[in-house]
């Protein structure tokens, strides 16, 4: 078999010591030495094995060497049994999870799949119980032994999956000690109106894209850009393609899987996932970016409690409530257990996230985790835009764009993968009434249905996890054509940026699409800072701020709004730019104005001035001068010398 010619490090799986032999442990050691895992000088672990299960086993395995305790996690969150290693606090969000997460159900569709598939889920779970075995020094917090099936609870790799929208406080309140779950047997008080509003998406639970109102503006940016340059638009006549994923630092692992059935892929793994999330292979690459579209829907039911249970009318009959025991095991805290069960309860939308005593909400979503974990695994093997846009017709893909290139030459961008058909008179960002036919999708949008560029006359197109209205310039999709729920996100500044740096070349190669993508300019503070100057111009030399502040505005003014690692201003643009979000986001929403117009034009100049004397104080107190550089303040930190960090430093 060939191998990579590099310089490398070659460790090859061994079994470690058995106590006592199985048929299992002989089939896991016979498996280890189908593969081979080599690591290259940076670490990144390579795969090699005869079948595509032997690579899935490698990768798997090799996840398991450099971090296993972030995949038990992973997949103790995937399952809703997160609590059983970090207590009660938990429970709410293992509820979240179990609300659409069934093992009796997975357990089912792993028995039902297609062999191929049943194979690599089973390689995925060797793997790891051969990890295990061969390192009794290792201690899960919970699961010792992994199942195959279980692989189906975690088959996308978003950073925020759609399960994870629903508010866990508005759950607790739901479900909790008197709350109307819990008392759905009382007398009904009168109707809350204010859950009418959409209240879906949790800020301390959601990696959501778009700054939301209660968001710490100062926590970890996400966000991904992708880039796709045509072979027109290149210096040797081949297609390019940027990925360029925003995830926090210890998010993904790094790999590299290689079988002689034909798979060769390397790119970003969530850890415990056994496919490249985002990456390429021989000759073909794709990249994620969060989509705008609209994936998830609440709907609202009159509802009335029965001796026999919850019922609620649709098109003039009724309809009852369906009931699930769910179980909530925890730890104490001091070697001991503890469980709690819920009532749970679900529509024929999906199960009930919210509600007050007499009117319920219920959460619809993408739940189809067999073709999920398909599509995510088939386009690793996908070699041309062809047989990728045949892994897109599973429409299982729901919270991501995909930009995407070929060794043919072929480019193209995808909006959304999973968005279903809705009446487009209802306002589909707020509940609608799940009590009538009216609101029930009518299918699901082709992907051709969706905005869809392929091989455009530009040579090149973007997408930055903004709308798909520009992504190849003046040409793209129109927004008029589409339904108002295919993007909610809009433009963004990275989008404005690309606008800038891709138009008008036909030089790009590898180092220069690079340049492109970290060109240092900030147009995101275009408006912001020529409006905090212009308040410091205006303020009277009596406010004791003039002075104060005589000397960041003087850096700010001269600044060319390009970022650098000895860049003083762009530290003071930043630390008054996060202050100022801060401070004034809930008035922006408020006043229905876009939070940066609302920055440049709606603060008032006092606002603005105390949150640049905030940021000055800040950067003081912090490093010492708010004349800091960049440089100084944008750096990454181990906190150990281990890949292993403190168990917050990665969640």
């Not at 879906?200 to 503006?217: K, M, T, V």
């Not at 509600?355 to 996908?382: C, E, F, H, I």
């Not at 310039?473 to 996100?489: L, V």
Request: charged share 20%; with cysteine.
């Amino acid at each position: 078999m060939k191998k990579l010619a590099l310089a490398l490090l070659l460790v090859v799986i061994a079994c470690g010591p058995i106590d006592g032999p199985s048929p299992e442990m002989a089939e896991w050691s016979a498996r280890a030495d189908r593969v081979t895992i080599v690591r290259d000088d940076w670490g990144i672990a390579h795969s090699y094995g005869e079948t595509d299960a032997d690579a899935v086993f490698g990768m798997v395995y090799a996840q398991a060497e450099d971090d296993f305790p972030r995949i038990e996690v992973n997949f103790l969150n995937s399952q809703g049994r997160l609590a059983e290693a970090e207590g009660e606090s938990q429970i709410w969000r293992d509820l979240r999870m179990k609300l659409f997460i069934d093992p009796k159900v997975l357990q089912d569709e792993y028995a039902s799949a297609e062999p191929w598939l049943r194979e690599l889920m089973d390689a995925w779970a060797a793997a790891l119980n051969y990890y295990l075995l061969t390192h009794p020094g290792v201690e899960p917090m919970v699961l010792d032994r992994f199942e195959p099936w279980m692989a189906l609870s975690f088959s996308e790799g978003s950073i925020g999956g759609d399960m994870e929208r629903p508010s866990l406080k508005m759950l607790e309140d739901f479900y909790g000690d008197g709350g109307p779950a819990q008392e759905a047997a009382i007398s009904a008080p009168k109707h809350d109106p204010g859950l009418d509003r959409l209240a879906s998406i949790d800020p301390a639970s959601y990696s959501g894209l778009s700054l939301l109102p209660g968001l710490d503006p100062t926590v970890e940016p996400t966000g991904s850009n992708g880039f796709a340059i045509s072979p027109s638009n290149t210096e040797d006549g081949d297609a390019l393609l940027l990925i360029n994923p925003h995830t926090s630092f210890y998010f993904r692992a790094e790999h590299h899987m290689v079988s002689e059935e034909g798979l060769n892929a390397y790119g970003a793994s969530t850890w415990g996932q056994f496919f490249v999330y985002q990456g390429f292979n021989e000759t073909a690459g794709w990249m994620h970016t969060s989509t705008g579209a609209d994936a998830v829907d609440e709907y609202y039911y009159d509802v009335e409690v029965r001796e026999d249970g919850v019922w609620y009318p649709y098109d003039g009959e009724m309809r009852q409530m369906e009931e699930r025991e769910i179980t909530l095991p925890y730890t104490n805290g001091s070697g001991g257990s503890g469980e709690r069960t819920v009532t749970a309860y679900s529509s024929h939308h999906g199960p009930i996230v919210r509600g007050d005593a007499n009117r319920w909400v219920a959460v619809q979503l993408m739940n189809n985790p067999v073709d999920a974990l398909t599509q995510s695994y088939m386009r690793t093997k996908a070699a041309n835009y062809d047989e990728y846009l045949e892994t897109m017709r599973l429409h299982t893909n729901s919270s991501n764009n995909t930009v995407f290139a070929d060794a043919e030459g072929n480019i193209a961008y995808f909006q959304a993968n999973y968005v279903p058909i809705r009446d487009e008179s209802l306002d589909w960002s707020e509940p609608v009434s799940g009590m009538t036919a009216a609101t029930e999708y009518q299918g699901i949008h082709t992907v051709e249905e969706s905005p869809l560029i392929v091989n455009p006359s530009t040579g090149w197109l973007q997408n930055t996890n903004n709308h798909p209205w520009s992504v190849i310039g003046s040409t793209s999709p129109r927004k008029s054509d589409y339904p108002r729920y295919m993007d909610a996100y809009g433009e963004n500044f990275r989008g404005e940026h690309a606008l800038r740096v891709l138009p008008g070349r036909t030089d790009f190669n590898l180092q220069r699409l690079i340049d492109a993508a970290y060109d240092s300019y900030l147009p995101g503070f275009e408006d912001i800072v020529p409006a905090l100057v212009a308040a410091w111009d205006g303020t009277a030399n009596s406010n004791p701020l003039k002075a104060r502040l005589a000397e960041p505005v003087a850096a700010l003014r001269g600044w060319d709004l390009r970022f650098g690692a000895e860049s003083i201003p762009t530290s003071v643009a930043i630390a008054y730019g996060d202050t100022l979000l801060s401070q004034i986001a809930d008035a922006a929403d408020q006043a229905g104005v876009d939070v940066y117009d609302y920055m440049a034009a709606g603060a008032s100049a006092t606002v603005k001035l105390g949150a640049l004397a905030d940021a000055v104080t800040r950067l003081e107190e912090d490093f010492g001068s708010w004349a800091t550089p960049w440089g100084e303040i944008n750096r990454f930190q181990r906190l150990t010398g281990d890949i292993v960090q403190p168990v917050r430093a990665y969640r």
